[in-house]
């Protein structure tokens, strides 16, 4: 859904999108489960700087409602996670604060985002928000016990063999190596 300052020029445009999974791309290892709901509004902020000089800023206020699956950070199966949030985000035109000479900008522009001339893509705002509610990190269960280093068995499924296994040779010469450092201490 794109919107436009053209759109907003005589009333708030109302949003009620819902997302079907694999409309927008999240990214590698994050999978949309079932429709994402996005409702809200959008209203035009028309910024004056002095003279004839306007900036129209799109404010964009909604909510949405989702479940997402990534990977278990340990076994890497499958973990569902629900999603619920709510935003209020402002962009500006891309070109509104170009200007040559470097500049502080205060804390209130650090939350301002940035629209192509064409307009604002509710998809792309949908996805930010999505990749910044999610965890960065997430476990299939609070005592996953991942998989083994040496053959990948799930160790949530079953044990493996690799237990019995001797280690490779080669890292023999280290085996004592953390005793010592301890008795240096």
């Not at 990534?70 to 985000?89: H, M, S, Y």
């Not at 040559?100 to 949908?126: H, N, P, Q």
């Not at 928000?129 to 960065?136: D, E």
């Not at 499924?157 to 010469?173: F, H, I, K, V």
Request: aromatic share 4%.
């Amino acid at each position: 859904m794109l919107i436009t300052p053209l759109q907003l020029e005589n009333e708030p445009l109302q949003i009620a999108e819902s997302f079907a999974p694999g409309s927008i791309d999240f990214t590698t290892g994050i999978t949309q489960l079932g429709p994402l709901p996005v409702n809200g509004h959008a209203d035009l902020i028309v910024e004056h700087r002095g003279g004839s000089d306007l900036i129209s800023d799109i404010r964009v206020r909604a909510d949405y409602t989702g479940t997402f699956e990534i990977q278990c950070a340990r076994c890497v199966e499958p973990v569902q996670i629900p999603l619920k949030g709510d935003f209020d985000l402002i962009f500006r035109p891309q070109d509104a604060d170009a200007d040559a000479a470097e500049r502080a900008i205060t804390v209130d522009e650090t939350e301002i985002g940035y629209y192509e001339k064409s307009g604002l893509l509710l998809e792309d705002v949908v996805r930010e928000q999505v990749l910044l509610s999610l965890p960065g990190r997430a476990l299939c269960q609070t005592d996953c016990k991942g998989l083994c280093p040496r053959c990948g068995q799930n160790l949530n499924q079953a044990l493996c063999s690799c237990e019995d296994t001797p280690a490779d040779p080669r890292w023999n010469a280290l085996a004592g190596l953390a005793g010592k450092l301890e008795l240096k201490h």
